[in-house]
């Protein structure tokens, strides 16, 4: 899978709890994203994990990256799922990053 995500240390936010960074990229009004954000929320308390929720109308390379392609999941820098979530591999993509 591919990475993105932070390219420096002091580019990633300060970690202040036990989980996984997990990322979103989204946009107003998908409503794939907002499904795949409500069926990993459970799984995101479960393992501690923080989301950050990046929504890519805000940004020209990101909506030149993603476009329709989205939802998109990063934990940490590994991209974890696009379009939609499978929740037994989501959950292992999380033990492993733990």
Do not use: W
């Amino acid at each position: 899978m591919s990475e993105l995500g932070p390219k420096r240390a002091s580019d990633a936010p300060a970690k202040t709890h036990a989980g996984p960074d997990v990322t979103l990229y989204s946009k107003v009004g998908c409503h794939l994203c907002e499904e795949a954000k409500a069926a990993i929320a459970p799984l995101l308390l479960e393992f501690h994990a923080t989301l950050r929720e990046i929504d890519i109308e805000g940004d020209a390379t990101l909506m030149e990256r993603f476009g329709c392609d989205i939802p998109v999941i990063y934990i940490g820098r590994k991209k974890a799922a696009k379009h939609r979530v499978n929740l037994e591999q989501f959950r292992r993509q999380l033990q492993d990053a733990s």
